[in-house]
């Protein structure tokens, strides 16, 4: 069983930058995809950007050119950067592993944009 710990949310100000990371307990090549999922109060789960096993990355249309998806495969980490953070991008960000069909969630980190 795969687990994940995401960490690195918080409070920034409209415009601004932070980096998510994302602890996995497995070797990441062994993980089919890995990706950023963010839920906003009162909305559905909705995907942020993948990476699958050989790095192709996915992003949703919302953080094209704003947000970037990366892994350190040595540390078995995977990382979230986002910059011209905006209000609408305030939500719990979670990591998620699909590993041969079978997907695994980490417990959220909390990113509230807002000055």
């Known amino acids: 069983q795969v687990q994940l710990v995401e960490s690195g949310g918080g409070l920034v100000q409209p415009g601004g930058s932070l980096r998510l990371s994302c602890a996995v307990s497995?070797?990441?090549?062994?993980?089919?995809?890995m990706g950023w999922y963010r839920q906003a109060p009162g909305k559905q789960r909705d995907l942020v950007a993948t990476?699958?096993?050989?790095?192709?990355?996915n992003y949703a249309d919302s953080v094209k050119d704003r947000f970037t998806i990366s892994r350190d495969i040595a540390k078995n980490m995977v990382y979230l950067r986002m910059t011209s953070l905006k209000p609408e991008d305030t939500a719990v960000y979670y990591c998620?592993?699909?590993?041969?069909?079978?997907?695994?969630w980490g417990q959220g980190t909390q990113v509230t944009v807002s000055s």
């Open positions: 998620n592993a699909d590993r041969f069909g079978a997907q695994t």
């Open positions: 497995a070797n990441i090549f062994t993980i089919t995809v």
């Open positions: 990476v699958t096993r050989n790095g192709v990355t």
